[in-house]
């Protein structure tokens, strides 16, 4: 250990203020850039969620249309 | 010879072999950084000349050698881009340029912090410092290009040819301290003659360096991942990896 107190610690020799901010700053930066990886990956689920619909909704009027035409095709034969 | 690699080009393969990679690549960065950083900020001696004041040199050099290292690794896959089309190496681009982003910051950051107290400035127009600005809107750059246009593919290939052009920059930068007078001061351990370091302060500092090898693989390895999602989220296996059940067999 090259401190012997707390106070050593953050005073770091008159040269705290930079040490401890280069430090704060960049730990937050790293921080800041995994959360914000974690929130895209939200996002993407409820993108997700969005996509499912979309493609119930084409199912369901793909069979509409099936179950139409082959009513059309009923009445006309 | 090459083809075992050929798998990887589709997004599902690489994207389950990402997730097999993050944990172990999260872990190591996480323990290396922490034994690094702590031993670097209270257990290492402090400069004859320096002081205390030198210990943020555990955060920038490792975060300035690997804003060049991710820039090179995206010039590559940019370069894989554009020659052989391959979209995982599309979305690689932008997948690493936001880390490498926040890595130049980072050292641009320590770096004046750094600079305040042992030159008197904050910053100063001097070769190392400016060409490492550079790379910061070189990535800003390429970030842009990508998003930019509606076609997606068409974002990938300008930005893929920006990297390409700005991977000049990286030489740039590392040499600049040999073939400018610069403030900065030249290269530690870089150099194919001894390091000029004493093992106290250069054990925890070559810790710090592989834990942030690790940070960066790990920071890329997540957002690749997100990308890849992104990208194939019509898909049946992307659908089912975030949750919902895809209703592509449903007629």
Redesign the interface.
């Known amino acids: 250990m090259a401190f012997n107190s707390w106070q050593e610690i953050i005073w770091m020799d008159g040269y705290g203020f930079y040490v401890w901010l280069s430090f704060g700053v960049s730990i937050l930066a790293v921080g800041l850039l995994v959360v914000h990886g974690l929130l895209t990956r939200k996002t993407l689920a409820r993108m997700a969620v969005q996509e499912q619909q979309r493609q119930q909704r084409l199912a369901r009027r793909k069979q509409q249309e099936r179950s139409r035409s082959k009513s059309t095709n009923d009445s006309t034969s | 010879m090459w083809k075992w690699l050929h798998p990887y080009a589709k997004g599902e393969a690489t994207f389950r072999l990402l997730g097999a990679w993050l944990p172990w690549l999260s872990g190591l960065a996480l323990i290396l950084v922490s034994v690094g950083?702590v031993w670097g900020?209270?257990?290492?001696?402090?400069d004859y000349q320096q002081?205390?004041?030198y210990?943020?040199i555990f955060?920038?050099v490792p975060?300035a050698m690997f804003s060049m290292g991710a820039y090179t690794g995206m010039a590559i896959a940019a370069l894989i881009a554009l020659v052989w089309q391959i979209r995982t190496a599309e979305w690689a681009i932008a997948a690493i340029a936001?880390?490498g982003a926040?890595l130049t910051?980072?050292a641009l950051?320590?770096g004046a912090?750094?600079g305040?107290?042992m030159w008197g400035t904050w910053w100063e127009w001097d070769a190392r410092l400016t060409s490492e600005l550079i790379l910061l809107f070189l990535y800003i750059g390429v970030l842009a290009l990508y998003y930019a246009f509606n076609d997606a593919r068409t974002g990938a290939k300008a930005a893929a040819i920006l990297s390409l052009v700005g991977v000049v920059n990286v030489p740039i930068i590392h040499f600049s301290v040999y073939w400018w007078n610069s403030l900065h001061q030249g290269a530690t351990i870089t150099k194919f003659s001894k390091p000029s370091m004493p093992p106290e302060m250069l054990i925890p500092l070559l810790i710090s360096i592989a834990g942030f090898l690790f940070?960066t693989a790990a920071?890329i390895t997540?957002?690749l991942r997100?990308e890849i999602?992104?990208q194939e989220?019509?898909r049946p296996w992307?659908?089912q990896q975030?949750?919902?059940?895809?209703?592509?067999g449903?007629?």
């Not at chain 2, 900020?41 to 402090?46: E, K, N």
């Not at chain 2, 975030?242 to 592509?248: D, K, Q, W």
């Open positions: 950083l900020l209270f257990y290492a001696p402090p002081g205390d004041s210990r943020i955060i920038h975060a936001p880390v926040v910051f980072v950051f320590t912090v750094w305040k107290p940070l920071l997540q957002r997100n999602l992104k989220l019509h992307a659908m975030l949750g919902v059940e895809a209703n592509n449903v007629q």
